[in-house]
């Protein structure tokens, strides 16, 4: 190769060059739009659940799950010329709402605990929960492309996961109540959610801090 001739681009450069300007052509907004469908409906049903049975848990997953719908708008924003300034204010301010959500969850989840009146809820309702796991799992699969060239959604995928460990740990909460009527452990599970939110939306908003809006894009290893 002489001094003149440019190096071949690797297949990392090349991908990494084509999601610059074409991040979100292979997420069809069909898709996009199903997941937030599936995701709204979830969140709906556990509301309808934690009004009737009371449940914490319920209500925090609950609004986590509509917190979702603002990953799906970045989803959606047209690849134009400011898509990339677009899609980084639609990121922060989705991670900012998340944070707020969070406070407010933990918040209520103190408070559930420190507590007397506090009363185990239904544990036949906490099954509600599934719905919201099958949600957390059709993102993931919906998050499978973007995540391989956007640090922003590899992250997302792995919260999404997450949060389905998350409901699964709930659901034991649901045995545990049923089998001893413990009151802590819905405003314990609650706690957990809240914390997990502040943890995930943190780092975030932190790597964005540190090195601007180049936080959404994966470094060339």
Request: aromatic share 6%; charged share 15%; net charge neutral.
């Amino acid at each position: 190769m002489t001094p003149c001739e440019s190096p071949p681009l690797s297949r990392v450069d090349l991908v990494a060059d084509h999601s610059h300007s074409h991040a979100h052509v292979h997420v069809p907004a069909r898709t996009v739009l199903t997941a937030a469908a599936l995701t709204s409906a979830a969140a709906a049903a556990e509301v309808l659940g934690s009004w009737r049975s009371g449940s914490l848990f319920l209500t925090a997953d609950a609004v986590h799950l509509m917190a979702h719908l603002g990953i799906f708008i970045v989803l959606l924003i047209p690849t134009t010329r400011s898509h990339e300034q677009r899609e980084d204010f639609a990121a922060v301010a989705v991670l900012v709402l998340v944070t707020l959500i969070a406070v407010g969850i933990l918040i209520d989840a103190i408070q559930k605990l420190l507590s007397t009146a506090t009363e185990a809820p239904s544990p036949a309702f906490m099954l509600l929960a599934l719905l919201g796991l099958t949600a957390n799992l059709a993102t993931a699969y919906l998050f499978r492309d973007p995540a391989a060239t956007r640090w922003s959604f590899r992250a997302a995928l792995a919260h999404e996961l997450a949060d389905a460990t998350v409901t699964i740990i709930a659901l034991g909460g649901a045995v545990a109540i049923a089998l001893f009527a413990w009151r802590w452990v819905d405003p314990a599970l609650t706690l957990v959610v809240g914390v997990w939110l502040v943890v995930w939306a943190g780092r975030l908003l932190r790597r964005r801090a540190l090195i601007g809006s180049r936080a959404w894009v994966l470094e060339k290893e």
